[in-house]
């Protein structure tokens, strides 16, 4: 399975983006799909994740409320839409694929993707 994720800009607090993570390889669909991020000097973080059948989600507690993760299945695309951002949303994000759910929470997947920067200023 190979990921890429794409999507990341500069952007002013407050404002929006849609981050997009394409997912290849025969079996890609087959996957619980995780995206976390990583600050400077700053771990690994888990942001969101989405079951492969895409009917169950989960957030860290303090995106729950601003972010939003989908997925296509027809296009092998999982989605995470980004509003009102801040400054501290600064990172590169990444997503990854796991064939475990609860994993990804625990930052542990089976692939991991490339990532897109993300930059937030005030």
């Known amino acids: 399975v190979q990921l890429q994720a794409c999507g990341g800009g500069s952007v002013q607090a407050g404002g929006s983006l849609r981050l997009s993570c394409a997912a290849s390889?025969?079996?890609?669909?087959?996957?619980?799909i995780g995206w976390f991020r990583q600050a400077p000097g700053k771990e690994r973080e888990f942001v969101a994740a989405?079951?492969?059948?895409?009917?169950?989600?989960m957030y860290a507690d303090s995106m729950k409320a601003r972010f939003t993760i989908s997925r296509d299945h027809t296009k092998n695309l999982v989605y995470l839409q980004m509003n009102s951002l801040k400054p501290e949303d600064t990172a590169v994000y990444s997503c990854?694929?796991?064939?475990?759910?609860?994993?990804?929470?625990?930052?542990?997947?089976?692939?991991w993707g490339q990532g897109t920067l993300v930059t937030v200023s005030s």
């Open positions: 989405i079951r492969r059948s895409g009917d169950s989600t």
């Open positions: 390889g025969r079996t890609s669909s087959n996957y619980n």
């Open positions: 990854a694929a796991a064939e475990s759910y609860g994993s990804l929470r625990d930052r542990i997947a089976n692939y």
